[in-house]
Nanobody, 118 residues
Framework: QVQLKESGGGLVQVGGSLNFSCAASGNLPSIYAMGWYRQGKGNLRELVAVIHSDGNRVYGVFAKGRFTISRDNAKNTVHLKMSSLEPDDTDVYYC????????????WGPGTQVTVSS
């Protein structure tokens, strides 16, 4: 099992910034992806950003140029810096870890509310 502990988020005004962190613990492999998703308006969560063990990053279209993801492999921690926040960024953000070895494995954090006020 893997446990994810999220921190950060909250309330911010339009144009402001927020930082997230997520620490993973438990039975983790040596290579895995860490990232953030948000609930979005449909039933499927949408990608915010993901970073792989080799440092390769993938961002959601809305996140490019505004959000920055990083990770500390020694601490199994992922960080997300969000800037130039807009009201449409208001959502619940979820930390995620995933890997494909002996099947696909995926774990989610409990979610953190972000509210951007105008």
């Amino acid at each position: 099992q893997v446990q994810l502990k999220e921190s950060g988020g909250g309330l911010v005004q339009v144009g402001g910034s927020l930082n997230f962190s997520c620490a993973a613990s438990g039975n983790l492999p040596s290579i895995y992806a860490m990232g953030w998703y948000r609930q979005g308006k449909g039933n499927l969560r949408e990608l915010v950003a993901v970073i792989h063990s080799d440092g390769n990053r993938v961002y959601g279209v809305f996140a490019k140029g505004r959000f920055t993801i990083s990770r500390d492999n020694a601490k199994n921690t992922v960080h997300l810096k969000m800037s130039s926040l807009e009201p449409d960024d208001t959502d619940v953000y979820y930390c995620n870890v995933a890997w494909a070895r002996e099947g696909f494995h995926e774990y989610w954090g409990p979610g953190t509310q972000v509210t951007v006020s105008s």
